[in-house]
């Protein structure tokens, strides 16, 4: 009889690596956005959540601007989604989107 070894899976000991990237939307003036911007600041918001794109460690509106930073594993994917979403809502033209930190995570 032949017996059958079944190998554990490998352990995965590289750290994981997370990246920070921010997101920040502008729009004319310092005050407060409009009802419509604020409104596809808000789209903007949920379909990154929806999206699964990372953890919203941080977002706030005025200004001038609306600074969204996002903690994910995959910052082009990141990227990529705020790239879509921005495109979808046409506020891409007043966007900029940097991976701006690395963490490391044992």
């Known amino acids: 009889m032949i017996s059958k070894r079944i190998a554990a899976a490998p352990v995965n000991t590289r750290p994981v690596v997370r990246q920070k990237v921010h997101i920040r939307i ?14 596809k600041f808000l789209q903007f918001e949920a379909g990154m959540l929806h999206e ?23 910052a082009q994917s990141t990227s990529e989604m705020a ?12 966007t900029t989107v940097k991976t701006v930190r690395r963490e490391t995570e044992d």
Request: charged share 10%; proline share 2%; glycine share 16%.
């Open 26 to 39: 502008t729009y004319a003036g310092t005050g407060a956005p409009t009802r419509v911007l604020h409104g």
């Open 52 to 74: 699964d794109s990372g953890t919203i460690e941080k977002s706030s509106l005025g200004g001038g601007a609306m600074d969204i930073y996002v903690s994910t594993t995959a």
């Open 83 to 94: 790239w879509r979403l921005a495109n979808q809502l046409g506020i891409s033209a007043n």
